[in-house]
């Protein structure tokens, strides 16, 4: 039988994600599990991202790298869990071919941005801590803006590119092996008389960003690890501000590798579902990952959410003692100011 034969000007224009095959038998508990964790990701990051902007003590390089951080978490699994979600309640498993192509350019931009987000904010830390003096000099709202629009337009420039390379090949099959569209295996799915050379290019030249990127972060971490072993005041502010983002580094890079090799690499022994997992890991772990350890580790971002708490807490007893006791709306206010009073002293004091 002749391969199906898929190209620019054929009439068929989508592609069968197969990896459903084997999720056909527990849809429902899937579906509610996913749509639940997707609910969590999107709460969790919006909430860290509405706490920055809204907070002008936050108003600081690292946590305005943050934000753009969990930003970047939300563009990513918004490529991926909407449509992931719909399937799993369809008994059609298939994306368009502009669709595949857009969702590989978000998944592969995603993880990019993520890197590269990180390679700044590590550059952040070892101003900060190795060269305090230049920080604020050096740190301005232009330079600022700047490493920011770095983080994003490098990798959006360098995989439009990629997807460009991708969208020009003569493809000969339409099932792709999982859940979700990525360039190489879209690649894979090249007629043999393809010439795939520039796409072999395009993705070392990619690798080798991100080895830079890498040995970028490499770098700053041993000057920072020199600086802090002189001073404790140092270590303790390696501590609450490096350790979350090295933890964060470690993890990204292993989950892209790992991932990168079993691409190209991996065996087709496994399970289906296993495979799956395998591919979809940098849109389980790291999106939920950032903002909680983040969140946790970072004392004023804890303090804040811990007094956002307090204060709904103590508004609703509030509520509960003017209903006891017949207050006034005045003398409930007074209650409330001095309530706020006293929670802004302790919010201050923590930090």
């Given at each position: ?119 700044v904010m590590a550059f952040d830390r070892y101003l900060a801590i190795c060269r305090p003096l ?73 690798l080798v960003i991100n080895v830079s990127h890498w040995l970028f972060i490499i770098w700053t ?31 990204n890079f292993t989950v892209i590798v790992f991932d990168s090799m079993y691409l190209r690499f ?86």
């Open positions: 039988m002749c391969p199906l034969i898929m190209d620019n000007q054929s009439n068929e224009r989508s592609f069968i994600l197969s990896g459903f095959n084997e999720t056909m038998n527990f849809t429902v508990p899937l579906f509610s599990v996913t749509l639940l964790y997707y609910c969590g990701i999107l709460f969790f990051n919006i909430s860290l991202v509405l706490l920055i902007v809204l907070d002008e003590s936050l108003h600081e390089p690292m946590y305005i790298f943050l934000s753009s951080l969990c930003i970047n978490a939300l563009y990513g699994t918004t490529g991926f869990y909407p449509k992931f979600l719909s399937d799993l309640l369809s008994s059609s498993h298939r994306i368009s071919y502009e669709g595949c192509l857009l969702q590989a350019f978000i998944m592969y931009s995603f993880v990019c941005c993520n890197f590269s987000i990180l390679t230049h920080y604020h000099s050096f740190m301005t709202k232009r330079r600022l803006s700047q490493l920011v629009c770095f983080s994003w337009l490098t990798p959006f420039c360098v995989f439009a590119i990629n997807v460009v390379l991708t969208a020009r090949l003569k493809l000969c099959g339409i099932k792709i092996q999982r859940v979700l569209c990525l360039n190489w295996l879209i690649v894979k799915l090249a007629c043999p008389e393809a010439d795939t050379f520039s796409n072999n290019i395009s993705a070392y030249v990619i971490y041993i000057y920072l690890i020199k600086t802090c072993v002189r001073s404790r005041e140092d270590r303790v502010k390696f501590t609450q501000t490096c350790v979350p983002h090295l933890t964060s580094v470690i993890i991996g065996s087709r022994d496994l399970s289906q579902s296993l495979q799956n997992f395998i591919t979809l890991e940098f849109v389980i772990i790291r999106p939920v990952m950032n903002p909680l350890m983040y969140g946790f580790k970072l004392t004023k971002i804890r303090n804040r959410i811990l007094s956002l708490i307090y204060l709904k807490g103590e508004m609703i007893s509030i509520k509960g003692y003017r209903l006891e006791y017949g207050c006034s709306k005045w003398e409930t206010l007074e209650i409330v100011l001095e309530r706020m009073c006293n929670i802004l002293v302790h919010v201050s004091l923590g930090s």
